[in-house]
């Protein structure tokens, strides 16, 4: 086999494409750095099928192109050809469209791939000095690809939702994930700017744009935010409301911590003790258990509010929806009258009070719960993957990228390229 017919079969080119030429020149700037330029072409009299119709048409004239494919070693590889286009009799003149590249793009597919497989581990930035290109071009590559990948969802089959928010930048700029928990692994559907009730009819418009129907979701897994509720009650009339319990327990964790901040001052003792009263009791270290056995032989209202915590983490363990709405009516109750306020001390055990007000106001989203056992901890996870690729890059200036990213590495699309494997 010589090397034309090598080079041919590695391409995977089929007639009437075929390598007539193999250039290598070395960079004079970097020796160990050159360019293989490989040149295709096709014979004369060829005949191409018109993009159209599909019927077998003449060359009416080319151009000369050129395509950046995967290095050949350590030097860049170049694919360079005459582009022929048709003459159709009935669709007049059109370029064909050729199989190792997409349309108005300078890269091969499978430059396309190995940059769409790498992205999702590594910063831009750095694929780019890798690569050797401007990480410009590469998101323009990625953006093309999520685009079309994302068109093809298919939505017709969610019938069930978790809402979350994640951190953009600072100074609380969020994005909100749309996701559906999935059997096997869950999947984004939908990325929305802000953390504002509107996401939902943006969602909304998306599903709808992707065979899905608002009415054939059943049951949606969210937060308690003000703006979700309302989000979801304009949006999803017929769906069942499940506030996490892991934000209804963050929600009990912040009302702990500020009792002990507005006791903090008449006992100087629980400084620095924060965390303490925010672990699960089997994680304590000794000193930790020693310091809270001590401080709640003090009588605080911080180990009163810290105890009101833990009776209520036992709500969770409960099988009946029936049995655990009289427990957490029972607990409401026991937090409302808990140390009624008084006109000679300052009323420290508000914040546990305003939680249980929270809690009764909200208990038929907390008690979903115990119908589906729906969480968003599948969100949490992938809100780890996403801002462990957003620490790797430093952050997202542009919103547009960073959702491109998310739909990446969560999205679970499908991409129209060659089939590239790495072992991590």
């Not at 396309?112 to 992205?119: P, R, S, T």
């Not at 769906?239 to 009792?259: C, P, S």
């Amino acid at each position: 086999m010589d090397i034309h017919a090598l080079f041919q079969a590695a391409l995977g080119l089929l007639p009437p494409w075929q390598v007539v030429d193999i250039e290598f020149e070395e960079a004079k700037d970097s020796p160990e750095r050159g360019r293989l330029t490989i040149r295709l072409d096709f014979a004369r009299g060829s005949r191409f099928a018109c993009p159209q119709c599909g019927a077998s048409c003449p060359v009416h004239d080319t151009s000369e192109k050129s395509w950046r494919h995967m290095d050949f070693f350590q030097h860049e590889a170049y694919l360079h050809a005459r582009v022929p286009r048709t003459g159709c009799p009935e669709h007049g003149v059109i370029q064909v469209p050729v199989p190792w590249a997409r349309e108005g793009s300078g890269f091969t597919l499978y430059f396309e791939a190995y940059v769409i497989l790498m992205a999702s581990e590594m910063p831009m930035k750095a694929l780019a000095r890798v690569v050797g290109e401007h990480d410009t071009r590469l998101w323009r590559l990625v953006m093309a690809h999520v685009q079309r990948a994302r068109a093809r969802v298919d939505m017709s089959q969610v019938h069930e939702l978790v809402v979350d928010e994640t951190s953009r930048a600072k100074r609380h700029q969020y994005v909100t994930l749309f996701a559906e928990p999935g059997r096997e692994q869950a999947r984004v559907l939908f990325v929305a700017d802000g953390a504002s009730h509107r996401t939902f009819h943006e969602f909304i418009a998306d599903l709808e744009g992707h065979a899905g129907k608002p009415e054939a979701i059943r049951d949606v897994c969210m937060d308690m935010s003000e703006a979700f509720q309302k989000g979801a009650a304009e949006t999803l009339p017929f769906a069942a409301i499940t506030f996490d319990r892991f934000h209804v327990m963050k929600l009990v964790n912040e009302a702990v911590d500020e009792v002990r901040r507005r006791e903090r001052g008449q006992h100087p003792e629980l400084r620095n003790t924060r965390y303490d009263w925010l672990v699960n009791p089997r994680r304590l270290s000794h000193e930790q258990a020693a310091r809270i056995e001590r401080l709640s032989r003090l009588h605080l209202k911080t180990a009163k509010a810290y105890q009101m915590r833990l009776v209520l983490q036992d709500l969770w363990t409960y099988d009946s929806i029936a049995w655990a709405g009289k427990y957490l009516r029972r607990w409401c109750t026991w937090a409302l009258r808990a140390s009624p306020p008084s006109i000679l001390e300052p009323d420290l055990l508000e914040p546990m009070r305003r939680v249980a007000k929270t809690l009764r106001a909200s208990a038929r989203g907390v008690l979903n719960y115990f119908r589906r056992r729906m969480t968003s901890a599948v969100l949490e996870g992938i809100n780890g993957l996403v801002q462990a690729a957003r620490s790797r890059a430093r952050g997202y200036r542009n919103p547009l990228t960073f959702k491109t990213m998310i739909y990446l590495i969560a999205g679970r699309l499908t991409f129209d390229l060659p089939t590239l494997t790495h072992s991590k």
